[in-house]
């Protein structure tokens, strides 16, 4: 079965940088968008791009555009986000998924001095 | 960017009751919309797309309608697994964006 699975927990200082994971199996990885989704402690889902997973072009919603990174190495059926220069609203749980139906667990980011 | 207005934020209900959560489209998204469960620590689950489609595994309790730009989410006869945070998807066009969200909870 199709299945999203992310990276542990990560606690950091503001300025730092994280990159966060995305396997996917029971797929054909390239037939699918990677879309990320942010969801800050008590708040709801927000949309922050995606990324073509057969030509590697991503795209950003505005909110996103200055300090992350979406990437893949398609070899391992992965997926990255990097957030670069952390600050305390980065403090959230960030989600991949796979068209927007199938969805990894989550990956947490703590950012605290 | 499209608007998605959800209804109501918090569902106080009873087991047993009928639900209806409601989303409304600023501008014409077709049927790009998509239905979200979500329960405390866990990862949203899909539960209806194209508007009116039960996704897979989904129990026959939940359905989805279009009324115009007005999107339903109902519940027929609530049960206990059912609580939870519930969100509305328009996929129409970018930025994708979600409804605030409702959470379902026992009366």
């Known amino acids: 079965q199709i299945q999203l699975v992310q990276s542990g927990p990560e606690l950091k200082k503001p300025g730092e940088s994280v990159k966060i994971s995305c396997k996917a199996s029971g797929y054909t990885f390239t037939d699918y968008a990677m879309n990320w989704v942010k969801q800050a402690p008590g708040n709801g889902l927000k949309w922050m791009g995606w990324i073509n997973t057969q030509t590697g072009k991503p795209t950003y919603a505005d909110d996103f555009k200055q300090r992350f990174v979406f990437s893949l190495e398609t070899s391992a059926s992965t997926a990255y986000l990097q957030i670069n220069n952390l600050n305390i609203e980065d403090t959230a749980t960030y989600f991949c998924?796979?068209?927007?139906?199938?969805w990894g667990q989550g990956a947490s980011v703590t950012v605290s001095s | 960017d499209i608007q998605m207005t959800q209804a109501p934020s918090s569902l106080p209900a009873s087991l047993g009751d009928r639900v209806t959560i409601t989303c409304r489209a600023s501008q014409d998204i077709g049927n790009y919309l998509r239905w979200f469960q979500q329960k405390p620590g866990k990862s949203p689950r899909l539960m209806i797309y194209?508007?009116?489609n039960l996704a897979a595994g989904v129990p026959s309790r939940f359905s989805g309608s279009r009324s115009g730009s007005d999107y339903s989410l109902t519940i027929s006869s609530l049960e206990s697994e059912d609580m939870a945070d519930y969100y509305c998807?328009?996929?129409?066009?970018?930025?994708?964006?979600f409804g605030s969200g409702t959470k379902l909870e026992i009366k």
């Open positions: 194209g508007a009116t």
């Open positions: 998807l328009q996929s129409k066009e970018s930025p994708l964006t």
């Open positions: 998924t796979g068209g927007m139906d199938a």
